[in-house]
Structures are given as structure tokens and as C-alpha cells.
């Protein structure tokens, strides 16, 4: 039995927000707010999702890409309202898990709005690409938080 590589990554991503702290929060805690940013995509067919927001809740996420079907599913360690988020989870390609991560998401208060600060440590399993993926796919996840505000 050949045993899997395991390459360990931290990344930190900043985004800034012109809304209040209670609001970029609420994107991430009511599951119909954060479906729309957060599990809906354009190459993706979300077959499930799930959030219950609380400490030692879960969220889960299935869904199809061309390259198959990609189960996330998290569990939420700590939530102090309003100032961060500490959340584990396991991403799967079938029945194949490839990552495990801790995020924490910070909510800092500035004069016109909210700094967040994404924090991930993760250890991934599908090899080289991986952590790049991994910060990339939050960028972009970001990125949908940036337009969803600016919409809402």
C-alpha cells in the first residue's frame, strides 16, 4: 500500500466591506443569504445544501462540476457574534476525500465598514495543485461576497 502525500498550507485573504460587521455576518449565518454567494455557481449543480449555523452545527454542500460530484462538509467549532468564525471541513471528490482545513473568518469593525480577515490551515491530500485551488476557490468565493453585498 503506497500511503498519499500530505502537503500542509496557511493562507490569509483581507477583503474590505462598506457594511457593518452584523451584516457581513449575516451572510454567512442565514442559509439562503449564503447559498446565493457561497454554494451557487456557474459551473456548478448544487444537489445539496445545508446550514445550521451554530456552534457545533453543520453545513454541507454537494454538487456537480465536470470534473464530478464534490461533497464540502463543515462543522462549526466557535462563533463569537459579530467578531468571527471558526469552522473545520472535509472536501470530497466521490468518495475520495482530498482536503481537510480549520478557517477562521474575522469581522473588524472600521469607519466605513467591515475589514474581514479568512484565515485557512489546511492539509491537502490531492497533491501539488491543491493548496493553490484552495486559495484560489476562496478568492473567488470572496469575490461573489463582494457582489452579493453591493446587491443586497
Known amino acids: 500500500m503506497s500511503e498519499k502525500p500530505v502537503r500542509h498550507h496557511t493562507f490569509v485573504i483581507e477583503r474590505r466591506y462598506p457594511v457593518p460587521p452584523e451584516r457581513v455576518l449575516a451572510a454567512f449565518s442565514d442559509p439562503v443569504?449564503?447559498?446565493k454567494w457561497f454554494a451557487s455557481g456557474e459551473k456548478?449543480?448544487?444537489d445539496e445544501y445545508t446550514l445550521d449555523f451554530r456552534v457545533g452545527g453543520?453545513?454541507?454542500?454537494?454538487?456537480r462540476t465536470p470534473a464530478g460530484t464534490c461533497t464540502n462538509d463543515t462543522i462549526y467549532q466557535e462563533i463569537a457574534p459579530n467578531q468571527y468564525i471558526v469552522f473545520a471541513y472535509t472536501m470530497a471528490m466521490g468518495d475520495r476525500p482530498f482536503s481537510s482545513s480549520q478557517a477562521t473568518v474575522e469581522f473588524l469593525p472600521e469607519d466605513k465598514g467591515t475589514q474581514l480577515l479568512f484565515t485557512e490551515q489546511g492539509a491537502y491530500f490531492e497533491g501539488a495543485a491543491g493548496p493553490a485551488m484552495r486559495e484560489e476557490g476562496w478568492n473567488k468565493l470572496l469575490d461573489q461576497l463582494t457582489g452579493w453585498i453591493a446587491n443586497a
Open 58 to 63: 453543520r453545513e454541507r454542500t454537494r454538487f
Open 44 to 46: 456548478a449543480q448544487i
Open 33 to 35: 443569504k449564503k447559498r
